[in-house]
C-alpha cells in the first residue's frame, strides 16, 4: 500500500480531480464507485470525457450521492444518470446528514482508493482547501485487499439502509424538486444570480481581511480551471477532450449522408428560456413537426428501434422504457466530442390528445443548452448508414 496527501488547492499536493481520471485511464481499471455528500454539473462535466471512455472500454461506474444541506443540484443529479451505469441518492429521514466523500477505481490486481474532504464538484475536485487521502492498493497484499473490503462494507452498507437509499431516475429528480424538506438548487440560478457567500464572508472578516488573509490561491496544475458561467459563442464548455488533446471518436460529421433524419425548430421550452416563476424542464418533446411520420412510434421503433431499452418506475406509478444515445454533437458546425443523451418513450403521454410519448433529455448537453438561447435555432437528429447517431443545432433549417 502506497499513502499519498492530497491538500488542495496547493500544486504540491496535486488535487482530487485528476487523481480520478489517471485511475480511470489505468486499462486494468474494471470498476469505479463513488459515495459523496453532493454532486454539481461544475465538477461531473470535468470527469466525463475519462468516465465515458471507461464505461465504453468495458468499465462499470456507480455513484451514490448525497442531496442534504443544499448543496447538492439539479444539473449534478441528471447529469449523474447519464454518467454512470447505476446513480443512487441517499437522504436520511431522520435528519442525519449523508456526508462521506469516498472515490474508488479498482481493477483486479490494483486500485486506487481516495477518501477525504472534497465532493464531487469543482471545488471539491479541483480548487476548494480539501484535504484527502490517497491509497494505491496492490490487491495481491492481504492488508491492501482487507482495507478495499472495508471500504466495500460500507458502501454496501449504505446501499442497503432501506427508507434512505434510492434509484436516481428523472422522475425522482422531480420529486425532490418538490419536496419542501430537501433543497436541490439549480447551478443555472446560482450563476445568473451571481454567488452571494463572499458578501458574508466580507461582514465576518472585513473585506479587506478577506482580499489579504492569504493572497490569491495558487492555481491548479496545469493552469485556471474555467468558471461555470456563461460559456459565450465559443461554446468551450461542451468540449470533451482525451489525453493527447483529440476529442472523442465522433460519427459522421455534418457532411455525411444519414439513414433517418428528423429536425424541429426549438422552442422557449425545449431551448431551456421559459420566463421564472415557470418550470424549466430538461427535454424535448419528439413531435411529428413537418415530417410524415406516426410520431407515436416512429422514435422508438424507427429510429431508435435497435437500441436496448429498460424500463424505468415513474413517480405517478406508471412505468416508461428509457435508453441511452450516443451522439455525435456539432453547433453551428463546430463539432463539440460525443455526448450520451438519454430518452424515454410512455405511451400514456399520448392520453386524448395526441401528446408526444418520446422525450429527448438534454442530459449531458444541458451545460451547452444553458451557455446560449437557442430558441428558434433547429434541432437535427440522424442515424446514419453505419448505425450511429449525430445530433446538430443549426442557426437555419436543415436543407
Keep these: 500500500m502506497?499513502?499519498?496527501?492530497?491538500?488542495?488547492?496547493?500544486?504540491?499536493?496535486?488535487?482530487?480531480?485528476?487523481?480520478?481520471?489517471?485511475?480511470?485511464?489505468?486499462?486494468?481499471?474494471?470498476?469505479?464507485?463513488?459515495?459523496?455528500?453532493?454532486?454539481k454539473r461544475s465538477g461531473l462535466r470535468r470527469l466525463a470525457a475519462d468516465l465515458t471512455r471507461f464505461r465504453t472500454g468495458g468499465g462499470h461506474a456507480e455513484v451514490l450521492v448525497g442531496v442534504d444541506e443544499g448543496g447538492a443540484t439539479v444539473e449534478g443529479l441528471e447529469i449523474a444518470i447519464d454518467l454512470f451505469d447505476t446513480a443512487h441518492v441517499f437522504h436520511d429521514p431522520g435528519g442525519r446528514?449523508?456526508?462521506?466523500k469516498i472515490y474508488v477505481v479498482e481493477g483486479a490486481v490494483r486500485a486506487t482508493a481516495i477518501v477525504g474532504s472534497g465532493n464531487l464538484t469543482r471545488g471539491g475536485l479541483f480548487t476548494n482547501y480539501e484535504g484527502a487521502v490517497v491509497a494505491d492498493l496492490d490487491l495481491g497484499v492481504d492488508d491492501d485487499a482487507r482495507y478495499l473490503s472495508e471500504i466495500r462494507a460500507y458502501y454496501d452498507r449504505l446501499m442497503a439502509v432501506?427508507?434512505?437509499?434510492?434509484?436516481?431516475?428523472?422522475?425522482?429528480?422531480?420529486?425532490?424538486?418538490?419536496?419542501?424538506?430537501?433543497?436541490?438548487?439549480?447551478?443555472?440560478?446560482?450563476?445568473?444570480?451571481?454567488?452571494?457567500?463572499?458578501?458574508?464572508?466580507?461582514?465576518?472578516?472585513?473585506?479587506?481581511?478577506?482580499?489579504?488573509?492569504?493572497?490569491?490561491?495558487?492555481?491548479p496544475a496545469g493552469g485556471a480551471v474555467e468558471e461555470d458561467g456563461d460559456a459565450g459563442d465559443d461554446f468551450a464548455v461542451g468540449v470533451q477532450q482525451v489525453p493527447g488533446g483529440a476529442t472523442l471518436a465522433t460519427a459522421g460529421g455534418p457532411e455525411a449522408q444519414p439513414e433517418l433524419r428528423w429536425w424541429k425548430k426549438l422552442t422557449i421550452s425545449d431551448a431551456h428560456r421559459k420566463p421564472p416563476p415557470s418550470h424549466q424542464r430538461n427535454y424535448v418533446a419528439l413531435t411529428k413537426a413537418q415530417f410524415d411520420i406516426d410520431w407515436r412510434t416512429w422514435f422508438r421503433d424507427e429510429l431508435?428501434?435497435?437500441?436496448?431499452?429498460?424500463?424505468?418506475?415513474?413517480?405517478?406509478?406508471?412505468?416508461k422504457e428509457v435508453t441511452v444515445v450516443r451522439f455525435a454533437v456539432y453547433v453551428d458546425g463546430k463539432h463539440l466530442g460525443?455526448?450520451?443523451?438519454?430518452?424515454?418513450?410512455?405511451?400514456?403521454?399520448?392520453?386524448?390528445?395526441?401528446?408526444?410519448?418520446?422525450?429527448?433529455?438534454?442530459?449531458?448537453m444541458l451545460t451547452i443548452i444553458e451557455s446560449k438561447d437557442f430558441t428558434g435555432w433547429w434541432l437535427e437528429l440522424a442515424k446514419l448508414g453505419d448505425g450511429t447517431y449525430r445530433l446538430q443545432l443549426l442557426r437555419g433549417e436543415p436543407s
Design 2 to 39: 502506497r499513502i499519498r496527501f492530497i491538500g488542495q488547492p496547493f500544486p504540491k499536493y496535486d488535487q482530487i480531480g485528476p487523481v480520478i481520471c489517471a485511475a480511470l485511464r489505468d486499462e486494468a481499471s474494471t470498476n469505479a464507485w463513488f459515495a459523496t455528500a453532493w454532486t
Design 97 to 100: 446528514t449523508f456526508h462521506p
Design 162 to 219: 432501506d427508507g434512505a437509499c434510492k434509484l436516481l431516475t428523472v422522475g425522482l429528480i422531480d420529486d425532490l424538486k418538490e419536496d419542501p424538506k430537501i433543497v436541490v438548487t439549480s447551478e443555472a440560478k446560482q450563476n445568473r444570480g451571481g454567488r452571494g457567500r463572499a458578501s458574508g464572508k466580507s461582514k465576518l472578516f472585513g473585506e479587506a481581511a478577506v482580499k489579504g488573509l492569504l493572497g490569491a490561491p495558487p492555481l
Design 304 to 319: 431508435l428501434g435497435e437500441l436496448n431499452w429498460s424500463t424505468e418506475p415513474m413517480s405517478s406509478g406508471q412505468s
Design 338 to 364: 460525443d455526448r450520451n443523451l438519454r430518452f424515454d418513450h410512455a405511451p400514456h403521454r399520448i392520453a386524448g390528445q395526441n401528446n408526444a410519448p418520446t422525450y429527448l433529455n438534454w442530459s449531458s
